[in-house]
């Protein structure tokens, strides 16, 4: 059983650029989530999604961002008219359900560098 | 709102040598209480977990308890090894959708 897939590893991108981080969840798990590591920072929760649902995104911020999980697919988190700002790893967690019990797995990341 | 302290790295110890990482936290109520550890080049991993005080979480030789009276979830391990190197993430959760992160501890151990 696969684990939780990030792509890609590394993604450089101009200021103004999209970029696209993909997240394939573990095989079985509908329940996906987005967080983001800035430089010397822990990381900070942005987005919870179930199949074609957003549930929380309480931690994402108002404009540029979006996040989408369809029925068929990998998550997708879009960044649009990237900033130096965005420079970040991005990681994707999921799960099987939402309970305080249930653990969640973690991709490797996707390391975004905005130049 | 709910935020994780865990004591700042790097911290760089001898083979054998006795580890501890301090974590504090505040919240409303009474979160779970987390330790994640992240090896090079790869995602984190949940290393152990409490869920109410008083608990104890256990994995690989590490501890940690779940102190209501301190809010603190202090991991600890006997003897650390080389291959404990990594990074040490603290972190809590009221609710099963987020987890709040402290800021991360790099751990090296020296052969």
Known sequence: NAGVMQNPRHLVRRRGQEARLRCSPMKGHSHVYWYRQLPEEGLKFMVYLQKENIIDESGMPKERFSAEFPKEGPSILRIQQVVRGDSAAYFCASSPGAGLSTEAFFGQGTRLTVV | GDSVTQMEGPVTLSEE??????????????????????????????????????????????????????????????????????????ASSRTARQLTFGSGTQLTVLP
Request: aromatic share 16%; proline share 3%.
């Open chain 2, 17 to 90: 040598a006795f580890l501890t990482i301090n974590c504090t936290y505040t919240a409303t109520g009474y979160p779970s209480l987390f330790w994640y550890v992240q090896y090079p080049g790869e995602g984190l991993q949940l290393l152990l977990k409490a869920t109410k005080a008083d608990d104890k979480g256990s994995n690989k030789g590490f501890e940690a308890t779940y102190r209501k009276e301190t809010t603190s979830f202090h991991l600890e391990k006997g003897s650390v090894q080389v291959s404990d190197s990594a990074v040490y993430f603290c």
